[in-house]
């Protein structure tokens, strides 16, 4: 069966200090990838998605970036964090097809930059 | 553009009653789908219920089915027999259509809260 992890959890980081988090997918072969931010109590916005390995889509203009240098693994990082960069990133696969498929998320990571 | 609106920020529902949740959605592909997920406080997504565009019948799983009226664009979520475990956040979903993303544009969510 496929899985979805992402970690850390939970990260507090200091402004200006760099970030990594990171997205791995267990039992499937090329699978769309996706990052989404919810700040609080607010809806999921897009960051990024991927098709492929070394292809990456950003949606939004930010502070971040991300990388997939796998097939089943999907980095966000930064270089220098901002304030606004808190919240809680969460990692996505497509499942099935194009018009049909759900998304399955990871656990979540929740941003604290102070 | 597509887009997804959800009208109310929170809700109260009796423990074992019915509750609707309200979306309503914008777009002008003909061929579209429809996605419900719910969000605990734990913060892990969990996909409830999906309806394409031209299904010919309302989506059901279990205690959950979706009022899909594709003329007035609303893809209500309602849980029946609501339990305390049902209390979280719920997010509704359209797939984007264009290029080949599969990604999914959500609703800003409302917040279920089911009283004992």
């Known amino acids: 069966s496929q899985t979805i992890h992402q970690w850390p959890a939970t990260l507090v980081q200091p402004v200006g200090s760099p970030l990594s988090l990171e997205c791995t997918v267990e039992?499937?072969?090329?699978?769309?990838l996706y990052w989404y931010r919810q700040a609080a109590g607010r809806g999921l916005q897009l960051l990024f998605y991927s098709v492929g390995i070394g292809q990456i889509s950003s949606e939004v203009p930010q502070n971040l970036s991300a990388s997939r240098p796998q097939d089943r693994q999907f980095i966000l990082s930064s270089k220098k964090l901002l304030l606004s960069d808190s919240g809680f990133y969460l990692c996505a696969w497509m499942w099935g097809t194009r018009v049909t498929g759900e998304l399955f998320f990871g656990e979540g990571s929740r941003l604290t930059v102070l | 553009a597509q887009k997804i609106t959800q009208t109310q920020p929170g809700m109260f529902v009796q423990e074992k009653e019915a509750v609707t949740l309200d979306c309503t959605y914008d777009?002008?592909?003909?061929?579209?789908?429809l996605f419900w997920y719910k969000q605990p406080s734990s913060g892990e997504m969990i996909f409830l219920i999906y309806q394409g565009s031209y299904d010919q019948q309302n989506a059901t799983e279990g205690r959950y089915s979706l009022n899909f009226q594709k003329a007035r664009k609303s893809a209500n979520l309602v849980i029946s027999a609501s339990q305390l475990g049902d209390s979280a956040m719920y997010f509704c979903?359209?797939?984007?259509?264009?290029?080949?993303?599969?990604?999914?544009?959500f609703g800003q969510g409302t917040t279920l809260q089911v009283k004992p």
């Open positions: 979903a359209m797939r984007d259509l264009s290029g080949n993303t599969g990604k999914l544009i």
């Open positions: 777009t002008s592909d003909p061929s579209y789908g």
């Open positions: 039992g499937t072969s090329n699978p769309n």
